[in-house]
């Protein structure tokens, strides 16, 4: 069956740097690209963007260009999410989705919160 | 961007009840827009798409409804696990953008 393992909860403080992984499997990984969604504690759900998994091409959504960068460890049908000097506003889970033949996020990864704090 | 303003932001049902959940988009989304359900820690979960259509495994009691700018999502019969958020998604244009959201408890 088609899953989405995320990476553990990460504490880091701010200015620092962290890495979410979402592994895939059930799948070709190269079929489907693989989109980003932040959710801050109590929130709504905010698109982040998402990478072409065949290219490696990375499309962001214009709050998370800069500090955001999506990748790839293709052989290991793995996605990544790196945030780069952390501020208090990362504060949040994030979490990993795939859209199915519906073209709809149908497969989603179990969420990866991110706490900074100093 | 597609501003998706969702309604009520929370709703308290008694079980058997009906209830249904409104989005409004900033523009025509052409009904590229999907309902989702979320529970406490859990992951969103799909129950309509393409505005109207149920995803597989969803019951029944679950549906979509809207075209242009309206769209709703019905349940008919409220359940113990219906509790939860509810999310709307458009789909349109890029970026594609949630609602606000709604919670959802049992009476």
């Known amino acids: 069956q088609i899953q989405l393992v995320q990476s553990g909860p990460e504490l880091k403080k701010p200015g620092e740097s962290v890495k979410i992984s979402c592994k895939a499997s059930g799948y070709t990984f190269t079929d489907y690209a693989m989109h980003w969604v932040k959710q801050a504690p109590g929130k709504g759900l905010k698109w982040m963007g998402w990478i072409n998994t065949y290219t490696g091409k990375p499309t962001y959504a214009d709050d998370f260009k800069g500090r955001f960068v999506f990748s790839l460890e293709a052989s290991a049908s793995t996605a990544n999410l790196q945030i780069s000097n952390l501020k208090n506003e990362d504060t949040a889970t994030y979490f990993c989705a795939r859209q199915d033949r519906t073209g709809w996020f149908a497969y989603w990864g179990q969420g990866t919160l991110v706490t900074v704090s100093s | 961007d597609i501003q998706m303003t969702q309604s009520p932001a929370s709703l308290s049902a008694s079980l058997g009840e009906t209830i249904s959940i409104e989005c409004r988009a900033s523009?025509?989304?052409?009904?590229?827009l999907a309902w989702y359900q979320q529970k406490s820690g859990k992951s969103p979960q799909l129950l309509i798409y393409a505005a109207n259509r149920l995803q597989d495994g969803v019951p029944s009691r679950f549906s979509g409804s809207g075209s242009g700018t309206q769209y709703s999502l019905k349940i008919s019969g409220m359940q113990p696990e219906d509790e939860g958020d509810y999310f709307c998604?458009?789909?349109?244009?890029?970026?594609?953008?949630f609602g606000g959201g709604t919670k959802l408890e049992l009476k």
């Open positions: 998604l458009q789909g349109s244009k890029f970026p594609w953008t």
């Open positions: 523009e025509d989304i052409y009904s590229n």
